[in-house]
Protein backbone atom coordinates (compact mmCIF):
# COMPACT_ATOMS: atom_id res chain seq x y z
CA UNK A 1 0.00 0.00 0.00
CA UNK A 2 2.85 2.45 0.68
CA UNK A 3 4.97 2.46 -2.12
CA UNK A 4 1.44 2.69 -4.36
CA UNK A 5 0.55 5.40 -2.82
CA UNK A 6 3.08 7.06 -0.32
CA UNK A 7 0.57 10.29 0.18
CA UNK A 8 -1.86 7.97 1.92
CA UNK A 9 -1.82 8.41 5.81
CA UNK A 10 -4.77 6.56 6.72
CA UNK A 11 -6.02 3.44 4.59
CA UNK A 12 -9.10 1.41 6.00
CA UNK A 13 -9.59 -1.28 3.55
CA UNK A 14 -12.98 -3.18 3.82
CA UNK A 15 -13.67 -3.65 7.50
CA UNK A 16 -16.54 -5.04 9.17
CA UNK A 17 -17.19 -3.95 12.92
CA UNK A 18 -19.69 -5.96 15.62
CA UNK A 19 -20.84 -4.78 18.89
CA UNK A 20 -21.62 -6.93 21.93
CA UNK A 21 -20.30 -10.17 19.41
CA UNK A 22 -23.95 -10.10 17.37
CA UNK A 23 -24.72 -6.17 16.54
CA UNK A 24 -23.50 -5.74 12.60
CA UNK A 25 -22.66 -2.06 12.31
CA UNK A 26 -20.02 -1.61 9.47
CA UNK A 27 -19.98 -3.69 6.43
CA UNK A 28 -17.02 -3.63 4.60
CA UNK A 29 -16.04 0.40 4.71
CA UNK A 30 -13.25 1.23 2.85
CA UNK A 31 -11.64 5.24 2.81
CA UNK A 32 -8.18 6.75 2.34
CA UNK A 33 -7.06 9.59 4.05
CA UNK A 34 -4.24 11.39 2.38
CA UNK A 35 -1.72 13.11 4.44
CA UNK A 36 -2.26 16.82 4.68
CA UNK A 37 -6.14 16.82 3.90
CA UNK A 38 -9.41 17.47 4.83
CA UNK A 39 -11.75 14.30 4.72
CA UNK A 40 -15.32 14.28 5.46
CA UNK A 41 -17.32 10.90 6.69
CA UNK A 42 -20.76 11.80 5.80
CA UNK A 43 -24.23 10.59 6.89
CA UNK A 44 -27.25 10.61 9.34
CA UNK A 45 -27.09 10.06 13.07
CA UNK A 46 -26.38 5.95 12.97
CA UNK A 47 -24.90 5.65 9.69
CA UNK A 48 -21.83 4.06 11.44
CA UNK A 49 -19.48 7.37 11.07
CA UNK A 50 -18.48 7.40 15.54
CA UNK A 51 -17.95 4.06 14.56
CA UNK A 52 -15.74 4.47 11.85
CA UNK A 53 -13.47 6.91 13.90
CA UNK A 54 -13.09 4.73 16.92
CA UNK A 55 -12.00 1.85 15.10
CA UNK A 56 -9.52 3.80 13.70
CA UNK A 57 -8.47 4.84 17.44
CA UNK A 58 -8.72 2.16 19.12
CA UNK A 59 -11.89 3.12 21.15
CA UNK A 60 -14.01 0.72 20.29
CA UNK A 61 -13.56 -2.08 23.08
CA UNK A 62 -14.72 0.43 25.76
CA UNK A 63 -18.02 -0.14 23.85
CA UNK A 64 -17.71 -3.59 23.58
CA UNK A 65 -17.15 -3.27 20.23
CA UNK A 66 -14.21 -5.21 17.99
CA UNK A 67 -13.10 -4.95 14.00
CA UNK A 68 -13.67 -8.69 12.59
CA UNK A 69 -12.23 -7.99 9.19
CA UNK A 70 -10.86 -6.20 7.08
CA UNK A 71 -7.50 -3.79 7.98
CA UNK A 72 -6.35 -0.51 8.76
CA UNK A 73 -3.26 0.64 8.30
CA UNK A 74 -1.09 3.95 9.35
CA UNK A 75 1.52 4.42 7.15
CA UNK A 76 1.46 1.37 6.01
CA UNK A 77 1.29 -0.36 9.35
CA UNK A 78 -1.20 -2.10 10.71
CA UNK A 79 -2.84 -1.06 13.65
CA UNK A 80 -5.70 -2.61 14.67
CA UNK A 81 -3.78 -4.05 18.02
CA UNK A 82 -2.21 -1.27 18.69
CA UNK A 83 -3.84 0.63 21.95
CA UNK A 84 -5.76 4.25 21.96
CA UNK A 85 -2.12 5.54 23.63
CA UNK A 86 0.11 3.76 21.13
CA UNK A 87 -2.12 6.02 18.32
CA UNK A 88 -1.69 9.15 20.06
CA UNK A 89 2.22 8.51 20.08
CA UNK A 90 1.90 8.24 16.60
CA UNK A 91 0.51 11.45 15.91
CA UNK A 92 -3.38 10.19 15.96
CA UNK A 93 -6.02 11.81 18.65
CA UNK A 94 -9.63 12.08 18.51
CA UNK A 95 -12.23 14.70 19.45
CA UNK A 96 -14.97 13.09 20.84
CA UNK A 97 -18.38 13.57 20.16
CA UNK A 98 -20.37 15.82 22.41
CA UNK A 99 -17.60 18.27 23.15
CA UNK A 100 -16.03 15.87 26.60
CA UNK A 101 -14.41 18.54 28.86
CA UNK A 102 -13.15 18.08 32.55
CA UNK A 103 -15.49 20.28 34.21
CA UNK A 104 -14.24 20.95 37.45
CA UNK A 105 -10.76 22.26 35.87
CA UNK A 106 -10.12 25.18 34.51
CA UNK A 107 -9.61 25.71 30.08
CA UNK A 108 -6.30 26.08 30.81
CA UNK A 109 -5.83 23.07 32.95
CA UNK A 110 -8.46 21.11 30.02
CA UNK A 111 -5.87 21.96 27.45
CA UNK A 112 -2.52 20.52 29.60
CA UNK A 113 -4.14 17.27 30.30
CA UNK A 114 -3.76 16.69 25.79
CA UNK A 115 0.32 17.12 26.42
CA UNK A 116 0.37 14.25 29.36
CA UNK A 117 1.82 11.93 26.41
CA UNK A 118 4.62 15.06 25.43
CA UNK A 119 7.98 13.65 26.11
CA UNK A 120 10.10 17.21 24.26
CA UNK A 121 10.11 19.09 27.40
CA UNK A 122 8.02 21.88 29.35
CA UNK A 123 9.08 25.11 26.84
CA UNK A 124 7.55 22.90 23.94
CA UNK A 125 4.24 22.23 25.34
CA UNK A 126 4.49 25.83 26.47
CA UNK A 127 5.09 26.74 22.85
CA UNK A 128 2.13 24.56 21.41
CA UNK A 129 -0.23 26.60 24.34
CA UNK A 130 0.20 29.74 23.43
CA UNK A 131 -0.21 28.93 19.26
CA UNK A 132 -3.36 26.91 20.52
CA UNK A 133 -4.19 30.25 21.98
CA UNK A 134 -3.51 32.18 18.72
CA UNK A 135 -6.16 30.06 16.73
CA UNK A 136 -8.64 30.39 19.80
CA UNK A 137 -7.89 33.37 21.48
CA UNK A 138 -11.84 33.16 23.18
CA UNK A 139 -9.61 30.58 25.25
CA UNK A 140 -7.09 32.51 26.32
CA UNK A 141 -9.55 34.73 27.92
CA UNK A 142 -11.21 32.04 29.71
CA UNK A 143 -8.22 30.22 30.17
CA UNK A 144 -8.67 30.45 34.20
CA UNK A 145 -12.51 29.58 34.03
CA UNK A 146 -13.61 26.38 35.02
CA UNK A 147 -14.95 24.73 31.81
CA UNK A 148 -18.44 23.57 33.32
CA UNK A 149 -19.12 27.70 33.08
CA UNK A 150 -17.95 28.39 29.71
CA UNK A 151 -20.41 27.58 26.56
CA UNK A 152 -20.40 24.91 23.90
CA UNK A 153 -18.80 26.53 21.57
CA UNK A 154 -15.86 27.42 23.86
CA UNK A 155 -16.12 23.70 24.79
CA UNK A 156 -15.61 22.84 21.72
CA UNK A 157 -12.91 24.71 21.15
CA UNK A 158 -11.40 23.26 24.18
CA UNK A 159 -11.71 19.55 23.45
CA UNK A 160 -10.20 20.96 19.70
CA UNK A 161 -7.30 22.23 21.63
CA UNK A 162 -6.79 19.47 23.87
CA UNK A 163 -5.83 17.40 21.13
CA UNK A 164 -3.67 19.83 19.27
CA UNK A 165 -1.70 20.27 22.85
CA UNK A 166 -0.38 16.59 21.93
CA UNK A 167 1.26 18.05 18.81
CA UNK A 168 -0.94 15.14 16.69
CA UNK A 169 -0.28 14.84 12.36
CA UNK A 170 -3.89 13.76 12.55
CA UNK A 171 -7.20 14.84 14.01
CA UNK A 172 -10.33 13.09 14.33
CA UNK A 173 -12.83 15.29 14.85
CA UNK A 174 -16.41 13.65 15.29
CA UNK A 175 -19.79 15.60 15.08
CA UNK A 176 -17.80 19.46 15.77
CA UNK A 177 -20.81 21.39 15.06
CA UNK A 178 -23.44 19.03 16.97
CA UNK A 179 -25.61 21.88 19.34
CA UNK A 180 -23.52 25.19 18.44
CA UNK A 181 -24.86 27.96 17.04
CA UNK A 182 -24.15 28.58 13.04
CA UNK A 183 -22.01 31.07 13.16
CA UNK A 184 -19.88 29.25 16.20
CA UNK A 185 -20.20 26.56 13.68
CA UNK A 186 -18.69 28.42 11.22
CA UNK A 187 -15.69 29.50 13.79
CA UNK A 188 -14.44 26.09 14.55
CA UNK A 189 -14.30 25.04 10.94
CA UNK A 190 -12.44 28.35 9.80
CA UNK A 191 -10.13 26.95 12.59
CA UNK A 192 -9.64 23.63 10.99
CA UNK A 193 -8.95 25.02 7.56
CA UNK A 194 -6.31 27.15 8.83
CA UNK A 195 -4.72 24.07 11.13
CA UNK A 196 -4.84 22.31 8.06
CA UNK A 197 -3.43 24.98 5.68
CA UNK A 198 -0.86 26.24 8.49
CA UNK A 199 0.10 23.20 10.65
CA UNK A 200 -0.64 20.63 7.65
CA UNK A 201 -2.63 18.38 10.39
CA UNK A 202 -4.55 16.17 8.53
CA UNK A 203 -8.37 15.84 9.67
CA UNK A 204 -10.75 12.76 9.14
CA UNK A 205 -14.41 14.57 10.67
CA UNK A 206 -17.62 12.93 11.02
CA UNK A 207 -20.62 15.24 10.44
CA UNK A 208 -24.15 15.12 9.89
CA UNK A 209 -24.08 18.77 8.36
CA UNK A 210 -23.18 17.82 5.51
CA UNK A 211 -23.44 21.37 3.74
CA UNK A 212 -20.87 22.81 5.75
CA UNK A 213 -18.63 19.46 5.77
CA UNK A 214 -18.73 19.65 2.31
CA UNK A 215 -17.65 23.37 1.86
CA UNK A 216 -14.26 22.77 4.08
CA UNK A 217 -13.35 18.73 3.08
CA UNK A 218 -11.14 18.14 0.10
CA UNK A 219 -12.68 14.65 -0.07
CA UNK A 220 -16.02 13.44 1.25
CA UNK A 221 -17.74 9.87 2.31
CA UNK A 222 -20.98 9.31 2.24
CA UNK A 223 -22.23 6.38 5.08
CA UNK A 224 -25.42 4.83 5.16
CA UNK A 225 -26.43 1.88 7.27
CA UNK A 226 -22.75 1.02 7.74
CA UNK A 227 -21.91 1.21 4.25
CA UNK A 228 -20.18 3.96 2.03
CA UNK A 229 -22.70 4.59 -0.72
CA UNK A 230 -21.03 7.05 -2.24
CA UNK A 231 -17.75 9.25 -2.38
CA UNK A 232 -15.46 11.63 -4.52
CA UNK A 233 -13.60 15.14 -4.14
CA UNK A 234 -16.47 17.50 -1.92
CA UNK A 235 -16.54 19.62 -4.97
CA UNK A 236 -17.91 16.97 -7.36
CA UNK A 237 -20.52 15.94 -3.97
CA UNK A 238 -21.39 19.53 -3.28
CA UNK A 239 -22.71 19.32 -7.06
CA UNK A 240 -23.77 15.97 -7.36
CA UNK A 241 -27.85 16.51 -7.84
CA UNK A 242 -28.79 13.16 -5.32
CA UNK A 243 -26.33 14.59 -3.28
CA UNK A 244 -28.13 17.90 -3.33
CA UNK A 245 -31.61 16.28 -2.78
CA UNK A 246 -30.85 13.88 -0.12
CA UNK A 247 -28.30 15.67 2.02
CA UNK A 248 -28.28 19.30 0.65
CA UNK A 249 -31.86 19.75 1.35
CA UNK A 250 -32.51 21.29 -2.36
CA UNK A 251 -35.12 18.69 -3.48
CA UNK A 252 -38.91 17.55 -2.68
CA UNK A 253 -39.99 13.81 -2.17
CA UNK A 254 -40.12 11.98 0.71
CA UNK A 255 -37.69 8.86 0.55
CA UNK A 256 -35.95 7.45 3.56
CA UNK A 257 -32.71 6.79 1.98
CA UNK A 258 -30.03 8.20 -0.25
CA UNK A 259 -30.05 4.67 -1.71
CA UNK A 260 -34.36 5.13 -2.45
CA UNK A 261 -32.88 8.66 -3.94
CA UNK A 262 -30.82 6.76 -6.42
CA UNK A 263 -33.05 4.36 -7.17
CA UNK A 264 -36.08 5.85 -7.64
CA UNK A 265 -33.80 8.63 -10.31
CA UNK A 266 -33.08 5.39 -11.87
CA UNK A 267 -36.41 4.40 -12.74
CA UNK A 268 -37.66 7.70 -13.33
CA UNK A 269 -34.60 7.19 -16.27
CA UNK A 270 -36.01 4.05 -16.96
CA UNK A 271 -39.80 5.00 -17.35
CA UNK A 272 -38.96 7.84 -19.76
Known amino acids: M ?3 APNILLNVNGIEVIYNHVILVLKGVSLQVPQGKVVALLGGNGAGKTTTLRAVSNLLAGERGDVTKGSIELRGERIEKLSTSDMVNRGVVQVMEGRHCFAHLTIEENLMTGAYTRKDGKAAVAQTLEKVYNY ?6 R ?10 GEQQMCAIGRALMANPSMVLLDEPSMGLAPQIVEEVFEIVKDLNQREKVTFLLAEQNTNIALRYSDYGYILENGRIVMDGEAKALRENEDVKEFYLGMGGGDRKSFKDVKSY ?3 KRWLA
Open 136 to 141: FPRLKT
Open 2 to 4: SAA
Open 265 to 267: KRR
Open 143 to 152: RSSQAAYTSG
